[in-house]
T-cell receptor
Framework: DSGVTQTPKHLITATGQRVTLRCSPR?????VYWYQQSLDQGLQFLIQ???????AKGNILERFSAQQFPDLHSELNLSSLELGDSALYFC?????????????FGDGTRLSIL | DAKTTQPNSMESNEEEPVHLPCNHS???????IHWYRQLPSQGPEYVIH?????VNNRMASLAIAEDRKSSTLILHRATLRDAAVYYC???????????WGAGTKLIIKP
């Protein structure tokens, strides 16, 4: 158990819809990262938050947005969903200390767009 | 462009050592080398990380080349449960994000 909790585990929705994925980081971790993993692909970094502030952006589409709340949980919002958005979405957290701190991953949310 | 490269796949026999290579020729002097693995239907799991010296933990060993342009993850005695995709991370990019390799799929033969 990594200590990172992601909900829901599975999400099935239709094109054009909007969904929210939730992540609770490990106790004590201030950074939260979001990654996308399409079928049989590697991890694509989307966005990082540190203590409530956006720290870095990767290949995140404009239709996607995220935030980190004062209790440090984070949400990833995906809107105007397309078939190509079907993927596993992982959240990871890490303690203070910069990018060389190990990241701990949740079990992911599997998003299926019909 | 900074890059981390790994072989697509490797095979090994059960109970034999496995050496997983990684090239990270653009790594800076202060960036760590990390390894993660992803078991089927799970999120990535931290394995090991190091800066210059070789590192050991209960899961694996990490051998880092003297020039730090390459590293090798060593599983001393592979079991069927070690079958996974192993990701090497060789430094950070201009966004301070980890430079993930594409991963090596490790197949363990009984």
């Amino acid at each position: 158990d990594s200590g990172v909790t992601q909900t829901p585990k599975h999400l099935i929705t239709a094109t054009g819809q909007r969904v929210t994925l939730r992540c609770s980081p490990r106790s004590g971790d201030l950074s939260v990262y979001w990654y996308q993993q399409s079928l049989d692909q590697g991890l694509q970094f989307l966005i990082q938050y540190y203590n409530g502030e956006e720290r870095a952006k990767g290949n995140i589409l404009e239709r996607f947005s995220a935030q980190q709340f004062p209790d440090l949980h984070s949400e990833l919002n995906l809107s105007s969903l397309e078939l190509g958005d079907s993927a596993l979405y992982f959240c990871a957290s890490s303690p203070p200390g910069g990018p060389n701190q190990p990241q701990h991953f949740g079990d992911g949310t599997r998003l299926s767009i019909l | 462009d900074a890059k981390t490269t790994q072989p697509n796949s490797m095979e090994s026999n059960e109970e034999e050592p496995v050496h997983l290579p990684c090239n990270h020729s653009t790594i800076s002097g202060t960036d760590y080398i990390h390894w993660y693995r992803q078991l089927p239907s799970q999120g990535p799991e931290y394995v090991i990380h190091g800066l210059t010296s070789n590192v050991n933990n209960r899961m694996a060993s990490l051998a880092i080349a003297e020039d730090r342009k390459s590293s090798t993850l060593i599983l001393h005695r592979a079991t069927l449960r070690d079958a996974a995709v192993y990701y090497c991370i060789g430094g950070v990019d201009s966004n301070y994000q980890l430079i993930w390799g594409a991963g090596t799929k490790l197949i363990i033969k009984p």
